[in-house]
């Protein structure tokens, strides 16, 4: 077999058979294949296109290429959430603890961030002291007695994937759907949970620009787990302004704390509570989806999933302190309020630009060995639909540098257009 055969197939438009798409997948984890050629047929897959069938053969392909997790030594039905990357996406800080106080296992490996959307990992490693390191008999143990814990990947899942999307990124290959499903797949199958939901986002500030486009994402996925034996659902949730109102890692921390606490921004919330009805579902905690709502509401009143994330930080080697503090904590040094110039009421908030403008501040990276500046973010006072008043604030921009909180700030007003 040649890889010069494989690219002009696809170039032409044919379908490649399960033995290439191997060919393929080992060459590439093995180093054979140059990555030149490599990204040939990314390209030309993007252009052309896969089948259902290619699709489901490169994610079982990439999902082999490398160390699979074997989680059937847990008890219960271990549920795995997976978004599809968005600007100030935290609901995994507050779904872990909230579905561990629920009574769910929480097996979650994430992931740092990279370009606009942010990580988890960055985000709980903002606490002081805490680490997502954990060799896996202490996740596994934590999981047990916890109930949930979240490391970060570890490089042995799912290689080829790594290989892959550090072309893909650099070549304009990404936002292409059998792309993505399958590198998400690839990984979430090697996690070895037994069922996925999945948070499929469309927007200004997701991969998928359109409503129709996630939907055709989210169906491939669910066909691809489901075929291979993994109980899933998914939720196809807004990404045209950001989640919640902040965006960055400590700022971020902060929200899921209050959200923890029954506080928090509402489409926060709802986005929370959809994902949340979908994992107990699927993780036979209810028997219909209306049932866990109370069950969810139940445990954030109580306190419980607020015990849960202070007892996972501990674990993990961070102080929980912060949470009994009112300003909890602490953001950037530096900090400038961006006010409206005018009367009027917001009609968009563009996610992508409040991402660009976090990751200026400091709060992601560019390429993946950049460090990040933890307390740097985006607090977004107004979001679509709100009045607003010439003089008031619109959103507050943090960093740890006076350079970037100033060059920064234009591109901050910039996200907002008020009509
Ligand atoms: N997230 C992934 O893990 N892979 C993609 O291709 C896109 C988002």
């Known amino acids: 077999m040649r890889m010069f055969d494989i690219i002009d197939k696809k170039k032409h438009g044919l379908a490649l058979t399960k033995e290439e798409i191997a060919y393929f997948v080992k060459g590439v984890t093995s180093g054979e294949i140059p990555d030149y050629q490599t990204t040939a047929l990314l390209m030309a897959i993007c252009f052309k296109g896969m089948t259902d069938e290619e699709t489901a053969e490169l994610t079982l392909e990439m999902a082999h290429s490398g160390d699979e997790m074997d989680l059937s030594h847990l008890s219960g039905i271990k549920v795995d959430k997976h978004s599809t990357g968005g600007i100030g996406d935290k609901t995994t800080l507050i779904l872990g603890p909230l579905m561990a106080a629920c009574g769910l296992p929480v097996v979650k490996m994430s992931g740092r961030g990279l370009g606009l959307t942010g990580g988890t990992i960055d985000k709980l490693e903002?606490?002081?002291?805490?680490?997502?390191?954990?060799?896996?008999?202490?996740?596994?143990?934590?999981?047990?007695?916890?109930?949930?814990?979240?490391?970060?990947?570890?490089?042995?899942?799912?290689?080829?994937?790594?290989?892959?999307?550090?072309?893909?990124?650099?070549?304009?290959?990404?936002?292409?759907?059998?792309?993505?499903?399958?590198?998400?797949?690839?990984?979430?199958?090697?996690?070895?949970?037994?069922?996925?939901?999945?948070?499929?986002?469309?927007?200004?500030?997701?991969?998928?620009?359109?409503?129709?486009?996630?939907?055709?994402?989210?169906?491939?996925?669910?066909?691809?787990?489901?075929?291979?034996?993994?109980?899933?659902?998914?939720?196809?949730?807004?990404?045209?302004?950001?989640?919640?109102?902040?965006?960055?890692?400590?700022?971020?921390?902060?929200?899921?704390?209050?959200?923890?606490?029954?506080?928090?921004?509402?489409?926060?919330?709802?986005?929370?509570?959809?994902?949340?009805?979908?994992?107990l579902l699927v993780g036979d905690i209810v028997a219909t989806e209306e049932e866990a709502y109370p069950l969810m509401q139940e445990h954030l009143q109580d306190g419980s999933a607020l015990a849960k994330f202070r007892e996972m930080i501990q674990r993990q080697g961070g102080d929980p302190s912060f949470m009994d503090t009112e300003e909890l904590l602490p953001l950037g040094e530096f900090s400038e309020e961006i006010r409206s110039d005018i009367d009027g009421v917001v009609a968009k908030v563009q996610a992508d630009v409040i991402g660009h403008t976090a990751l200026d501040l400091g709060a992601g990276r560019a390429t993946k060995d950049e460090s990040i500046d933890p307390g740097s973010g985006v607090f977004v006072y107004k979001k679509v639909g709100d009045p607003v008043k010439k003089g008031e604030i619109l959103a507050k921009i943090y960093s740890g540098s006076k350079e970037k909180l100033f060059a920064a700030e234009k591109e901050c007003r910039e996200a907002f257009l008020i009509n």
């Open 126 to 279: 903002s606490i002081p002291g805490l680490s997502c390191a954990l060799s896996m008999d202490d996740f596994f143990k934590q999981v047990e007695e916890l109930g949930v814990a979240v490391a970060s990947q570890t490089q042995a899942l799912a290689p080829c994937d790594k290989k892959l999307y550090a072309l893909r990124d650099t070549t304009a290959t990404v936002d292409c759907i059998p792309l993505i499903a399958s590198s998400i797949m690839s990984k979430k199958l090697a996690s070895g949970s037994d069922a996925i939901v999945l948070d499929v986002k469309y927007g200004s500030g997701a991969f998928m620009k359109t409503r129709e486009d996630a939907q055709k994402l989210a169906e491939i996925m669910v066909a691809i787990g489901t075929h291979c034996g993994r109980r899933m659902d998914y939720v196809i949730s807004d990404m045209e302004q950001p989640l919640g109102q902040a965006v960055g890692n400590s700022i971020e921390v902060n929200e899921a704390v209050m959200t923890l606490k029954g506080q928090g921004p509402k489409d926060l919330r709802d986005v929370v509570y959809q994902l949340g009805a979908k994992m």
